[in-house]
Nanobody, 121 residues
Framework: EVQLVESGGGLVQPGGSLRLSCVAS????????MTWARQAPGEGIEWVSD????????SYADSVKGRFTISRDNAKNTVYLQMDSLKPEDTAVYYC??????????????WGQGTQVTVSS
């Protein structure tokens, strides 16, 4: 059974921080690149960040570069997204997926259920 379970979302004020986690099971996590994406209501899915299998290479969307940091702990089958200096426009449901295909959504095999992040005063 393949599972990706996101957690760590919540309500935060502008300028605040959150750390999201995605725990994977049912596949060889240590061999898999991983992706974070997000979706606001009425909007399409937006690629946010990805990381290679060894955690040595990372990429970020321009909208989050310098504020978000992706990392992973292969011993824990977990990928993280540290979000700092949050803005209201970061409000969305955040998802993790296996692979690193930017916005080629049909290439991803598995998605988590998502975790809600709301940035508001």
């Amino acid at each position: 059974e393949v599972q990706l379970v996101e957690s760590g979302g919540g309500l935060v004020q502008p300028g605040g921080s959150l750390r999201l986690s995605c725990v994977a099971s049912g596949f060889t996590f240590s061999n898999a690149a991983m992706t974070w994406a997000r979706q606001a209501p009425g909007e399409g899915i937006e690629w946010v960040s990805d990381i290679n299998s060894g955690g040595t290479s990372t990429s970020y969307a321009d909208s989050v570069k310098g504020r978000f940091t992706i990392s992973r702990d292969n011993a824990k089958n977990t990928v993280y997204l540290q979000m700092d200096s949050l803005k209201p426009e970061d409000t969305a449901v955040y998802y993790c997926a296996n692979g690193a295909y930017r916005n080629s959504w049909t290439k991803y095999d598995y998605w988590g259920q998502g975790t809600q992040v709301t940035v508001s005063s």
